[in-house]
């Protein structure tokens, strides 16, 4: 809706050249999965649907990615080379800096540099919030402290999962990355925990004590996957950016990807809206009709 009100403001008169580029500016900030995906979605959507129908804007709409180190961090090296190649050659003007100051009409690099936006979209990550840092506990990075059992040591029947948590240093394993994939499988092992206290008596508070709790909580990372505009996706399935596995790039990662998104839609009306959609779209391209 955001693009839509500055499209129609765009072509109102008394609009100087300066301000009709940066009404037309996307800016995105934050080079991980979600960053890069934007960027290769909003870029392709500007090439291949507005630019056909909308051929006065060509010159004035651009996307521009803003990542403090190399974009896709965590992925095999040849995937980030494929996709800095691929989003350059779709349009997007990669931008290797760090946001100082963000302002309603532009944002301020640490270097000076001013970049005027018409739309800036924040993907940078999470860190921790106030709640957590207002917290008297031991913290892993600035985290909530947690032991192999996802509990918090330092107070009885607390357990803390998600992006607000983190292994203690004394249980010799690593923070684990602000993952929807690690959420997921925290919240699974922390559920079937539960109830296995709960069967053995240990609902009440303080009761939990003696209890065997059994194996703790062990994460094994399913893989790292991204779009980068139409037709082409990356897929690392590598265990740690340190191991070995498999790493596509091209269509057959964006058939990978698309069918693993399939299985994580919940029902199967859903899945055969979304498959109409994607359909849909192969034949007669995005709507664009609010624009």
């Known amino acids: 809706m955001l693009i839509s ?31 890069v995906e934007f960027s290769g979605e909003l870029s392709d959507f500007i090439l291949k649907d507005v630019h ?13 990615l803003i990542e403090a180190n190399e974009i896709l961090s965590s992925f095999d090296d040849r995937l980030r080379v ?12 990669l931008v290797r800096g760090l946001v100082q100051h963000v302002q309603p009409d532009k944002i301020i690099l640490s270097d000076g540099t001013n970049v005027p936006y018409g739309l800036l979209v924040w993907s940078t990550g999470v860190g921790p919030s106030p709640f957590v840092n207002s917290l008297d506990i031991p913290k892993a990075k600035g985290r909530i402290g947690i032991d192999e059992w996802l509990r918090v040591p330092s107070v009885q029947d607390v357990y803390s999962i998600g992006d ?27 559920a079937s925990l539960l109830n296995k206290v709960g069967k053995e008596g240990g609902g009440h508070a303080n009761c939990a004590q003696n209890i065997n709790l059994g194996d703790p909580f062990v994460y094994k990372h399913l893989g790292s996957m991204a779009t980068i505009g139409r037709y082409k996706a990356l897929v ?4 740690s950016k340190e191991a070995k596995g498999v790493s596509l790039a091209g269509f057959t990662s964006f058939f990978v990807w698309r069918s693993a998104y399939l299985t994580r839609v ?11 959609n994607w359909l849909t779209t192969l034949v007669f391209g995005r709507d664009i009709s609010r624009i």
Not at 52 to 64: E, L, N, P
Not at 84 to 90: E, G, R, W, Y
Not at 266 to 272: E, M, P
């Open 5 to 35: 009100s500055h499209f129609w403001s765009w072509i109102e008169a008394g609009v100087s050249e300066e301000e009709k580029r940066r009404l037309l500016h996307c800016v995105v900030v934050g080079g991980g999965p979600t960053g």
């Open 236 to 239: 690392d399935l590598r265990e």
């Open 52 to 64: 056909q129908r909308y051929a006065h804007v060509k010159d004035y709409i651009h996307v521009t």
């Open 82 to 93: 494929y996709a800095t190649n691929q989003l350059t050659k779709s349009g997007v003007r």
């Open 266 to 276: 919940v029902s199967w009306r859903n899945k055969i809206y979304v498959l109409i």
């Open 164 to 190: 607000c948590s983190g292994f203690l240093e004394s249980t010799g394993r690593q923070v684990l990355p602000a993952l929807a994939q690690v959420a997921e499988r925290q919240g699974k092992y922390l």
